[in-house]
């Protein structure tokens, strides 16, 4: 199929690159996941709202690193659109849970998400570092709050250049995080269905798997 050919790859760089995890999973006033999970004490806190903010977690931000694959299929699933794709992901909250930065890699690619809650809601507005994408993702309960950690969510995504729509769930399993998410083309036709399978890891773990995917 044409389709398939000519755009199956630029859908697989959008859902698993700018959109990689597309999921947040931070919960302050719960320790977060256990060990993968940092506090830091910095006096100063600031919104991470930049790059530059982004990489260097102030006071009461939490921080979260997750590992897992992502595999694009036909919308029914039952044909594989190229192998699985291995993703590594880090997720910084501010303090109070108002903004995330979300970092992914795919070897050595990096792409950045950057999602801010609406005033008084459980919904954020995301869009990536390359304007590829903007929607809403919606948690169950605050991030913040009790629970927040292990929120179920959902979301509603729009590709900028009018190629089409992306729109899922995602639920934990343990520390597994599970996602399925459906693009549609711009018709609404469904033209293909992502699966990630992602798991809490130390930042260790994170460390030595991004020297490790770093390496030629």
Not at 49 to 67: D, F, G, K, P, S
Request: net charge negative; with cysteine; hydrophobic share 40%.
């Amino acid at each position: 199929m044409p389709w398939r050919r000519e755009r199956v790859e630029m859908v697989r760089r959008v859902l698993l690159g700018c959109f990689s995890v597309g999921v947040i999973a931070f919960s302050p006033a719960c320790g977060g996941a256990g060990p993968s999970t940092e506090k830091t004490t910095d006096p100063a806190p600031q919104a991470a709202e930049t790059t530059q903010a982004a990489e260097t977690t102030q006071a009461a931000e939490t921080v979260q690193h997750l590992r897992g694959e992502a595999i694009t299929t036909s919308p029914d699933g039952a044909t594989p659109y190229g192998p699985p794709k291995a993703i590594l992901a880090r997720w910084v909250m501010s303090a109070g849970g108002d903004a995330l930065v979300e970092d992914a890699w795919h070897g050595a690619d990096h792409f950045r998400s950057v999602f801010t809650r609406r005033p008084g809601g459980l919904v954020y507005d995301v869009a990536d570092d390359a304007k590829t994408f903007n929607g809403t993702v919606t948690f169950a309960v605050t991030p913040e709050g009790a629970g927040g950690d292990r929120a179920a969510m959902t979301y509603e995504i729009r590709m900028t250049d009018g190629s089409g729509t992306l729109t899922g769930t995602a639920e934990w399993e343990a520390d597994v995080l599970k996602t399925d998410k459906l693009f549609s083309d711009g018709t609404q036709t469904a033209r293909a269905r992502i699966r990630e399978s992602l798991k809490v890891i130390t930042q260790a773990e994170f460390d030595a798997a991004r020297a490790g995917s770093a390496s030629p």
